[in-house]
C-alpha cells in the first residue's frame, strides 16, 4: 500500500496514523537514510500489518501500543488492571490523553493498586505565569515572555520571536494541555491529528512530558528546522512583530481564516518584552 507525503508530516506521524512503526516504515523504504528528513510529494510504501503486530501482555504485565479508539480504562479492563495502575506505571498525568501509536507499559495483575483518584495535572498559573525560566511541568501554562525568550536563544529575533507568540495565544491561550477542533488538535500550536501524535512522540522520546510548555516549544522548533522550514524561512524574512505574526500565522498555523489579531498580539508582546 502506497502513502503520499504531505506537507507538514513526519515519519512518526505517518507510522501513528497507520498503525506502524517508525522501524517497519524504514525497512519498507529503504530510500529513507534519515528518519528526520522526508520530502511532502514523494511516495511511501505503507508495511503491512504484520509489521506492527504486537503480543498481548500477560499476567506478568508487558508492552501495549495504544490503538484509535483505545482509553485507559478500555484497556485496563482488556488487560485485567485498573486505569491507575497503567497511569501511574506510565507518568500519564491526564489518563484522558493518550494517542494512537503510543507504548504503553502494562502492569502485572499482582501490581494493580487500589483504585484511587486518577492522577490530574499541575494547576496552571495565570496567563503572567511568575515562575522563571520556561515552564516545563506538565500541564503547566507558560506565557508570551517565556515564548519569546525561547526562540531568541534559538536565534531569532526579538520581532520573528514576538511573531510566534501572538500565534500561540490565538491557538491555545500558551496552554500545553490544550484540546480542541472536537479533540483532534493539542497543545499551544494546536497540532491536528498526524501532527499532533507527532508532537506527543516527539516530546516522550526526548524527555518531555507531552503536555510541557517547554517540550511542546522545542518540538514547534524542530518542526521549523525540519517539515515546516518553509515557514521558517518566510519568518526570519520579517522585519517586523506584526509580518512575523501574520508570517507565522500564514505559513505555520495556517488557519481557514487568516486574522490580523495575530500580528497586533505579537506587536503588543514586542513592545512589552522591552520593558
Known amino acids: 500500500m502506497a502513502y503520499q507525503i504531505r506537507s507538514g508530516d513526519t515519519l512518526s506521524g505517518i507510522a501513528a ?46 508492552r501495549y501500543t495504544v490503538r484509535p479508539g483505545d482509553t485507559l480504562s478500555k484497556i485496563g479492563a482488556r488487560f485485567g488492571v485498573s486505569y491507575q495502575a497503567i497511569a501511574r506505571a506510565n507518568g500519564i498525568a491526564n489518563p484522558n490523553l493518550i494517542f494512537a501509536g ?20 499541575a494547576p496552571a498559573p495565570g496567563p503572567t505565569g511568575g515562575v522563571s525560566g520556561v515552564e516545563n511541568r506538565p500541564g503547566v501554562r507558560g506565557n508570551a515572555q517565556q515564548a519569546i525568550n525561547f ?41 491536528h491529528l498526524g501532527r499532533g501524535a507527532a508532537m506527543k512522540q516527539w516530546t516522550q522520546a526526548n524527555g518531555y512530558s507531552s503536555t510541557s510548555f517547554k517540550g511542546q516549544l522545542e518540538y514547534l522548533w524542530h518542526e521549523l ?16 512583530a506584526y509580518d512575523a505574526g ?28 522591552l520593558s
Open 17 to 62: 496514523r497507520n498503525h506502524t512503526t517508525v522501524a517497519a516504515l524504514m525497512r519498507a523504504n529503504p530510500q529513507i537514510k534519515n528518519p528526520n528528513l522526508i520530502h511532502a510529494g514523494a511516495s511511501l510504501n505503507l508495511p503491512g500489518s504484520s509489521d506492527s503486530f504486537q503480543p498481548a501482555p500477560s499476567a506478568s504485565g508487558g
Open 102 to 121: 503510543q507504548q504503553l507499559t502494562i502492569p502485572g495483575r499482582g501490581s494493580t493498586p487500589t483504585p484511587g483518584p486518577a492522577p490530574t495535572p
Open 151 to 191: 526562540f531568541m536563544s534559538k536565534g531569532l529575533s526579538r520581532a520573528q520571536a514576538a511573531g510566534i507568540a501572538g500565534n500561540l495565544l490565538y491557538e491555545s491561550g500558551f496552554n500545553p494541555s490544550a484540546v480542541g477542533d472536537g479533540g483532534t488538535s493539542f497543545g499551544v500550536a494546536q497540532w
Open 246 to 273: 501574520m508570517a507565522f500565522c500564514r505559513y505555520f498555523e495556517r488557519p481557514a481564516v487568516i486574522n490580523p489579531a495575530r500580528g497586533q498580539a505579537a506587536e503588543r508582546f514586542y513592545r512589552e518584552s
Open 225 to 240: 528546522n525540519h517539515g515546516e522550514s518553509n515557514a521558517l524561512r518566510h519568518l526570519r524574512a520579517s522585519g517586523s
